[in-house]
């Protein structure tokens, strides 16, 4: 349950449900599995799962939501053989070439008679809901799949005014900044890692693990036009993460810290361990969002007027 990547959306008009109101139109999308002939299916499971019984699950006030998705796999390789061995078999058989529609046809067809034998991919991406601070944050390594998650919102509840959150200076430059003088990151710090690319089309781009970021070969390359656009970091000895240019925030790990905090959680209560990791999480995400961003020059604001 703990997230481990962040995309991070703001919220320009609060979401006006209950959560039993939500739980109602959430139910109308909840996820089926793919029948005989479905090549995909997506909708809303129960964030805890077997042990659940509702779609969303409330902490502090906080909603946590899982959407899931189940695609059949199947190779376009195996489709191509399938389709080639038809289609050289009616040529023989009617001696002239199989036209396009036709071919479109036959793939059509070779696709529902594989569906029902073609194995299943089930993924799920959870996201949460925090009303007080006006944000969505989603536990997902790609924009695509938030934004799967949340076209499936805006579609359970009607409307979703939400824009991802950008902050008002560019963050490669600020980045870069950092990587020049780290005196005024606290309570932040700079860990051995980082990327550095130039803005030149097809430009050099360099890859930093184990190293100092704080270097003369750092600067060197800064001095040289290049911009950092991804560097690891420690917050509040309480996590760790990677920043990157387009403001998502991937690889997050809790430190000891924080993961003992439920030590004296009894862990035969599952659903309680649940509830205690999501309470000690959005806590520690509601003092370093804002950290973030005001370590960054402050949140663009992105409110509709």
């Known amino acids: 349950m703990w997230f481990k990547n962040l995309i991070i959306y703001r919220l320009s008009k609060a979401i006006d449900l209950t959560p039993d109101q939500l739980e109602t139109r959430l139910e109308e999308f909840a996820f089926k599995p793919c029948g005989s002939q479905d090549q995909s299916k997506y909708g ?3 964030p805890m799962g077997k042990i659940g019984t509702s779609l969303i699950h409330v902490t502090d006030g906080n909603i946590m939501l899982c959407a899931r998705k189940e695609d059949k796999m199947l190779p376009a390789s195996v489709i191509k053989e399938a389709l080639d061995e038809k289609v050289e078999l009616i040529e023989q058989e009617t001696a002239r070439p ?9 793939k059509e067809e070779i696709i529902h008679t594989l569906l029902p034998r073609a194995f299943s991919r089930i993924g799920s991406t959870f996201a949460y809901i925090a009303p007080k ?16 998650l949340l076209a499936l919102l805006r ?3 009607g409307s979703l005014a939400v824009l991802p959150v950008q902050s008002k200076t560019p963050i490669d430059q600020t980045m870069t900044q950092w990587l020049t003088d780290d005196s005024k990151l606290a309570p932040f710090e700079l860990l051995e890692e980082g990327e550095l690319k130039s803005p030149l089309e097809n430009g050099a781009v360099i890859r930093c693990k184990n190293q100092e970021l704080i270097c003369s070969e750092i600067k060197a390359h800064i001095e040289n036009g290049m911009f950092a656009v991804k560097v690891a970091m420690l917050y509040a000895e309480s996590m760790s993460f990677i ?11 809790f430190t000891d810290v924080v993961v003992e905090q439920q030590e004296d959680q009894d862990k035969a209560d599952k659903a309680a361990c649940f509830d205690a990791d999501f309470a000690i999480m959005a806590g520690e995400f509601e003092h370093f969002i804002p950290a973030l961003f005001e370590l960054l020059g402050g949140e663009e604001d992105t409110k509709t007027p």
């Open 243 to 253: 920043l990157n240019e387009d403001m998502t925030i991937k690889r997050v790990k």
């Open 44 to 46: 809303w499971a129960k």
């Open 133 to 148: 601070q006006g944000l969505i944050i989603v536990n997902a390594s790609s924009h695509n799949k938030a934004e799967d």
């Open 155 to 157: 579609k359970s509840i």
């Open 98 to 106: 199989v036209k396009k529609k036709e071919k479109d046809a036959l």
